[in-house]
């Protein structure tokens, strides 16, 4: 007997030893996962009787096999879906370390340790291109493709970039710089410190748009190492931390962001923190909607692009939160419609959404649709197909975004009908251009006036237009107005009121018209100038633009007017006319004899001018009409825009000022005569013969 307890003793004192050098032996990411998961979870409980014997990797593994029980599938429907050919493009690309970025195919170097270059920012440099590399959107596409083909050469290229990635990349140090982009008192930003690696943006999409997805889409891969899936579970839990602590507010990002954070909380539930990180993203998130959402519906920084990225995480963690089991309120649901109709009311008659402030020329076609099937909205589906199908819309064709200040005129919701965009609100709260009475045309199917577009992130935030990024945001790339040569300051950012119906607009049965005023002041010019711009658009025929300057001095004033990049201008007794396939587009002046007419196309220097950018990446020669004019204290002119077949005579006009009214007198094919307000009083007392 005491032989038999000797050894009993011996057996205890090794196992001892041996949990002990197994403790002692944990990886950082082991010990990390087992502080955070909760192992009072009743699946859990044989866990926490391991751990207390001191059996902390058979408690991992535990967790691991626990893992691959759970029913999590709806995750892989969070997933951004993407063609076939499209995911095996980026899946191949990817084995050859190659990515496509950014309008950028390159090869990512790697270092001297064998990994990728994390810091890189593409072959023509550009921090976006680094950003895009660390936010892994790009992974996704290695899953599906070993999911197509049972090819495992996939599968271990996604081990090898998402080990490689970790391995690189510890929570950053409370001594690295970049904690002084994320104090909000200090007001830096990631470009200024040259860090493309740990924006907190990249960390919402690894969080909400791969690594979850794709742990739990290869959780029964066996190839798909155990140290690998703690590793990404660790990761997981420090980086959800980490962004419940630095993440933005107030801004497009913060919805990508507390998308990220609620999905891990939502798709983890054994995290301790995993329900404090999940009501915490949708408490902010619902917070966010209400300060980020005019009531009627545009997102506050006022620019296109950012309306559907923040929409769509702004719907996307409603949709996460119902297939995690865990319902939100109908009111939250109901500012995410107001973005959709804002969405789908501004939308171009080509499907595309406005090329304004920081926007690339994508197609709303298919949320639109898919969101009108959602939320019943047929009127959305007849704005979307044209009227093929649907419900004709109540509101419109012409509508008003009053809070946004944005006025969309339209003749009609065929692909050929006239669209306007007006532009005479805030400056927006990111992203924006100096654009302010801004109006881009659109007709019998084609561009005819346009905004510049953005073309480049290079030197983020100038407004310089000797520099494309600075050209592309400044005036110089808009149809308004320079003064002595320079564009104009910047003004408030969002709306503190709307604007009011019958004073600053009116929509009617024959004509629609809005008016802004811009006076914030233009950059270097020391006196006070205003510029208030009137858009009248008669229904199915032609606008009327009048603007009315007034300064302490005398000055010079340029009115750009940019022209589809395929437009031919020439010049005619009568005015200006853009060609543009089988359309065209008369530009005229009633007072020509007082302007100076230059044509640039594809200027560089002293200025750039001349140039448009529909997709990020890209630019393209255009034609501008530059009309320039000295003036002592105060001008009037009014423009007569008038889109319509090449094959229909060109149209001469009169125009007469009376004290209250603008007179004009157009003919052509038929003869027409307006009368139109000129005071806020007046603005129903429109007349047209």
Known sequence: MRLLSLVGLAVA?????????????????????????????????????????????????????????????????TMESHSPAEVQTTAKDLLRDTVFLYNMRTEVPRTSEGGWQWDYTGPIPDDEFGYSLNGHKYLPALYHQYQASGDSTYLLKLAEILNDWISAHPLPSMADSVYLVYDPAIALDYRDLGEVEWRTLEMGHRLGTSWPQIYFGLVNASSFGRDLRIRMLANLARQADFLKTYHKRGHNWTTMEMNGLALVGLAFPEFKRSQTWADYALQTMQQEINQQVYPDGAQVELAAKTQWVALNRFESIAD?????????????????????????????????????????????????????????????????????????????????????????????????????????????????????LHLSLAAYGHDLLVDGGRFTHENYFSFDPTEWRGYFRSSHSHNVMLVNGKGQNAYHTRAATPLKKGIDYLVTDSYSVMRGSFEEGYEG????????????????????????????EPCSLDFLWHFNPKATLHEHEIGLVADVEKVKLQLLCSQPHQFHLEQISGQTEPTIQGWYSSTYGEKEVNSTAVYSRKMDHQARQAWLLFPSLASTNLASWTVRFTSTHCIVHLEGESSHQWVLPLYEEDLASGVIN
Not at 13 to 18: D, E, L, N
Not at 44 to 58: F, K, P, T
Not at 531 to 536: D, G, I, L, P
Request: with cysteine.
């Open 13 to 77: 004192y090794i196992g001892g030893i041996h949990f002990w050098f197994q403790e002692r032996m944990l990886t950082s990411d082991e010990r990390y996962l087992v502080e955070s998961v909760d192992w009072s979870r009743p699946q859990l409980l044989e866990g926490r009787r391991l751990l207390a014997h001191g059996d902390s990797i058979g408690a991992l593994d535990l967790l691991l096999f626990h893992h691959r029980r759970v029913d999590r599938d709806w995750l892989i429907s």
């Open 320 to 436: 996460n939160f119902a297939k995690a089991g865990q319902e939100i309120d109908t009111a939250y649901r109901s500012r995410i419609t107001e973005m959709y109709n804002y969405m789908a009311y501004s939308m171009r008659p080509d499907g595309y959404q406005p090329l304004n402030s920081d926007a690339d020329r994508e197609s709303l076609v298919d949320h639109i649709l898919q969101a009108a099937n959602t939320y019943d909205r047929p009127d959305w589906t007849w704005i979307a197909t044209n009227g093929k199908e649907g419900t004709l819309p109540s509101l419109g064709p012409s509508v008003i975004f009053p809070w946004a200040g944005v006025a969309l005129f339209r003749s009609g919701w065929s692909t050929i009908d006239q669209w306007i965009f007006f532009d005479c609100g805030a400056y927006g709260t990111g992203h924006q251009h100096r654009d302010k």
């Open 525 to 552: 010019v020391e006196f006070e100038v205003k510029h208030q711009r009137s858009v009248f658009h008669v229904l199915d025929q032609f606008v009327v633009v009048i603007d009315e300057v007034s300064s302490d």
